[in-house]
């Protein structure tokens, strides 16, 4: 996926609480729906985040340095 | 100066030899005879009154970084996994990987520098002298140390070839780095590629160097350095995430550091909220409170979502970097759990030194 539509998707994830909940329950599912193509790292990548974290857990699974 | 340094000597385990299905042990002893080993070289017996303070200063972190609770010394920890998945034999690494200890402390030193930090391990030591030990150890110590322990022609040019066009990307990384501090606007794109540049370019390296050593091919060896290099961009960019999420104190912010997050939110915002959050990481570099306001500007436009989501894409290339190598199961295991071992012990369990 192009830089862009990343970033279109995250704002889209601060901005509007009702995808954020959709992308909660089923994110490849709704990012799918919604017209953005995520390519194979990007859907794996995806799957690895779980998106009921806290900002704090979020980090927290992504520092090991 | 003395110039005639003697290459340090590197014990074999003290009978404790590895078997392919005993890789969690083969590691923790190698890797506690490579932080003995690596302390020894610290110590410095060979060289010079003059060089021997300097090499000092290097215990210091090194001692930060070798205990269970901390996460797994990568510098040290990668060159064993490497070797263990190729031969089962980490042990045989462990002249990369005090090789590889050298360089990242030595590193270490320089971006504290760069900084502008005051370690209290640096004392008496003057500026002059640690910028000589900064720019003198990168450059000299682990070839010095892996050249003098007999590999073949072959083998030592390999491992020559990959020192030094390691160190240019690292330093291409680093330079980038510092192009960016204080600046007005940062392409995300271009600070994750400085990222890529200095700490994975740093584990690619590593990893690269001990595959050389151990016989692989350029091709295997680059399969190697692209599970690392996965694992060391991906790992700087949670420490930088980490960082803004300090109880206390951000580092960066008080650095001016642009990191992924920070990037993110200077190009995702415009106008007056872009303007606001120039001043307060402005102010920023000496005031909690500004820290604080420019956190929730960071985390409010999706700042920290985006950087956690670019880690990720690293582990996953590093996954599959992994799964194309050849690699004994047991191996395979423990190289796998690399990435999600917060502590040294999540990585080695009860066998963690």
Sequence with gaps: ?65 | MNSEVAAPSFPVLNGRLPTDDQPTMATAAAFKDAVDSLRRYIGGTEFGPGLRPLLACLAGPLDQHVVPERPPFLPLILPLLVRGGIDGRAERALPVAVASGLLFLSFDLLDDLQDGDDRRWWRPLSRGELLLAAATFPATLPQRLLLGVGLEAEVAAALSHALSNGLLEIAEGQARDLAGLNASYADPVAVEASVAGKSGAQMGLYARMAALAAGSGEDEAGQWASWAHGIGTAGQLGSDLQDLLDPVWSRDLAAGARTLPIAFALHSLDGDARSELLVLLDAAKVERQAQLQAIEQIRGCGGMIFAAFRSRIHLVRSEQALERLKCPPAWRTLLGRLPAAQTLHDLLGAEAP
Excluded: C, K
């Design chain 1, 1 to 65: 996926m192009e830089q862009s539509q990343i970033e279109r998707l995250v704002e889209r994830w601060m901005n509007d609480p009702e995808f954020r909940n959709r992308m909660r329950t089923a994110p490849l599912e709704t990012v799918a729906a919604e017209g953005y193509e995520l390519t194979d790292e990007e859907q794996q990548a995806l799957q690895r985040l779980d998106l009921n974290q806290s900002d704090e857990a979020l980090v927290r699974h992504a520092n090991f340095a």
